[in-house]
């Protein structure tokens, strides 16, 4: 694997250090190119501490380079700001095409290292008599030459626009895109002022009805809003409450061992206006049962804890529904409206009414390390809903319902039309979902504001009616394009993909069967199912086909049950190594040249 370096010891050394921590290894061999462009040279990230006696690193003026990292890598992506170097560029593109090697690289840590790398470089010459620090004193190793006298500020130059790239490289090959929506982490100062539920007059006992605490807490924690904020912390209990509204600048905090408890007593629940963009309830005409939680016109809240608990008690919310007995539509237990700069963390979410959480018309939400549960025969009831919103990261996420896991939506029929705001800018990664009647991932039929621009990669749905559903029909309108999805395992699936086309029904009498959907530019690849009975199912509009399927490196293992694989008509798209063999329509090779601008790892599904 190439010549013989210092760095060949102190990979041994290093892995000795941390023997429970994989450390990646990036090693070029040797090239073509003349010195002092480029050496044979190795890069190991530090990744753990290790103690004094290790080996030095190649930098200085650490405080310095601190400031400036804060102050210009938060946000930065190294891809775009390299792109500037012309005379570079094209030497180590030319390097990285045919001579580099990338055995499990980690786009993360090479992120750190190759920033950090460049902007000491960039502060200042950096000479072998520069390595006089610690590794310890910094998170990185710095270059190490196989010899190390010969370094020049040129060279090293060189060498750190060099891993600027690899660091392009090496996110596309692993199929890890930086712009991705939960790549941005959504900061939200601490808060300054802390009081407890306690100081209300609550009582944790799971019969005492604490909704008036929970609303002259946030009532009082109101007015610290224009002084950092405050946070309302829920200790360990059960704390039974109808709906309450938070307000700006908050944090609800609950404990573990902490159970917000929804009253099962319907008169503890306002009724709200529908929402202008479905012009009705969903459930019933007229309309609904405000949420557990509500959020109005918010900005910079935090809903989070120590594996806290918001349990809807849902059961007789089902019951009411199934014999018809409600007179508006259920509630959920979440619901932000028109709010942004949202987070929601670290908490587990039981027995919805009906949705758990539900961002509508709301911008800059974070979704991340939740739990999320209904029992399988919990009519319609859905995990997350973003609704006409954008800027959303969901991840790290479990999710197990009775109908949709997650299910983005924009709108029904001629109120979604008309109010015209479309859920962009989407991305949900790392997460485990589960669906009994319905779809682990869906998308629509509510979807007449638009569907654009999502992201969704490294996911495990299983134990499911439907994998990923596309749901439209006449009268819609709207969109849903733009569609990524890629490194999927699917186990025990009844249907893998779908796109349904004559899905859902209709709020009124008064929408325009003239206005046809549009479905196209949605992409399918890297992913690996078992157990399924149904591979695809793409049926489109015959006056709006679904264009653009792209379908790649699939591979499905289907089961006995399966009469036929595949049932297509109305689409046209493109395959490759696809098994089992897909429809005819979706081996189109009119849409070929479209797709394939799609698969590439340069094209429309390496940028978000």
């Not at 290292?113 to 950096?126: A, D, E, I, Q, V």
């Not at 186990?491 to 859902?504: C, E, P, R, T």
């Amino acid at each position: 694997m190439g010549p013989t370096s210092p760095l060949s010891a102190l990979s041994t050394h290093m892995r000795s250090q941390c023997p429970k921590h994989p450390l990646p290894l990036f090693y070029s061999l040797p090239i073509p190119i003349p010195h002092p462009f480029f050496h044979p040279l190795s890069i190991l990230p530090l990744t753990c501490q290790i103690g004094s006696s290790s080996p030095n690193i190649l930098t200085k003026s650490i405080s310095q380079l601190n400031s400036c990292l804060k102050a210009n890598l938060k946000y930065t992506n190294p891809c775009h700001f390299i792109t500037s170097h012309h005379s570079y560029v094209y030497l180590t593109n030319q390097f990285l095409s045919n001579s580099v090697t990338l055995l499990s690289v980690s786009a993360y840590q090479l992120f750190f290292f190759t920033t950090l790398s460049f902007w000491s470089l960039l502060l200042r010459p950096l000479t072998y008599e520069d390595a006089k620090m610690p590794a310890s004193s910094f998170p990185f190793l710095a270059l190490l030459h196989h010899k190390t006298d010969m370094f020049s500020s040129f060279e090293l130059t060189g060498v750190a626009l060099l891993l600027l790239l690899a660091l392009c490289n090496a996110i596309k090959v692993n199929g890890e895109e930086s712009n991705g929506q939960c790549n941005h982490k959504l900061m939200l100062d601490p808060r300054p002022h802390s009081v407890s539920i306690l100081e209300f007059g609550a009582v944790g006992d799971g019969k005492t009805l604490n909704t008036i605490a929970f609303q002259n807490a946030i009532f009082y924690l109101k007015s610290f809003a224009d002084k950092g904020g405050a946070q309302l912390y829920v200790p360990p209990g059960r704390w039974l409450t109808g709906s309450f509204n938070l307000t700006s600048h908050l944090t609800l905090f609950l404990e573990k061992g902490a159970v917000i408890l929804g009253s099962q007593d319907p008169s503890h629940w306002d009724i709200v206006e529908p929402l202008p963009s479905y012009g009705r309830g969903i459930e019933l005409p007229g309309g609904r049962y405000r949420s557990l939680v509500n959020g109005y016109m918010l900005r910079d809240v935090v809903i989070t804890g120590d594996n806290g608990t918001i349990d809807g008690q849902g059961s007789v919310w089902w019951e009411w529904f199934t014999s018809h007995s409600l007179n508006y539509s259920r509630p959920h237990l979440v619901e932000f409206v028109s709010s942004e700069d949202i987070l929601v963390s670290n908490i587990t979410f039981l027995n919805a009414p009906a949705y758990n959480i539900h961002p509508v018309y709301c911008s800059n939400v974070h979704i991340h390390n939740i739990s999320v549960y209904a029992p399988p025969a919990s009519p319609y009831t859905v995990g997350i809903v973003p609704d006409s919103s954008d800027n959303v990261c969901i991840e790290d996420c479990s999710i197990s319902m009775g109908h949709d896991a997650i299910a983005l939506k924009s709108g029904w029929d001629e109120y979604g039309i008309t109010y015209g705001r479309p859920t962009t800018n989407v991305h949900i990664r790392r997460v485990d979902l589960q669906s009994s009647s319905g779809s682990s991932l869906a998308f629509g039929s509510e979807m007449s504001g638009g569907i654009s621009d999502i992201q969704v990669e490294q996911a495990h749905l299983y134990n499911s009616l439907s994998a990923i559903e596309f749901r439209t029909t006449r009268g819609r309108g709207g969109y849903i394009e733009d569609i990524i999805i890629s490194d999927l395992d699917l186990l025990n699936v009844h249907m893998a993909f779908g796109a349904i086309g004559h899905y859902g029904s209709h709020p009124d009498d008064k929408y325009d069967p003239d206005a046809f959907p549009v479905l196209q530019k949605i992409t399918l690849k890297n992913i690996i199912g078992a157990n399924i009975t149904v591979a695809g199912n793409f049926t489109g509009i015959e006056e709006s086909p679904f264009t653009s399927i792209c379908l790649s490196n699939i591979s499905i293992s289907i089961n006995s049950a399966s009469s036929t694989s595949w049932v297509c008509s109305y689409v046209s798209g493109f395959s490759e190594s696809v098994f089992p063999k897909p429809c005819p329509d979706l081996e189109n090779s009119n849409t070929s040249s479209s797709c394939i601008s799609l698969l590439q790892p340069n094209g429309r599904s390496a940028v978000l």
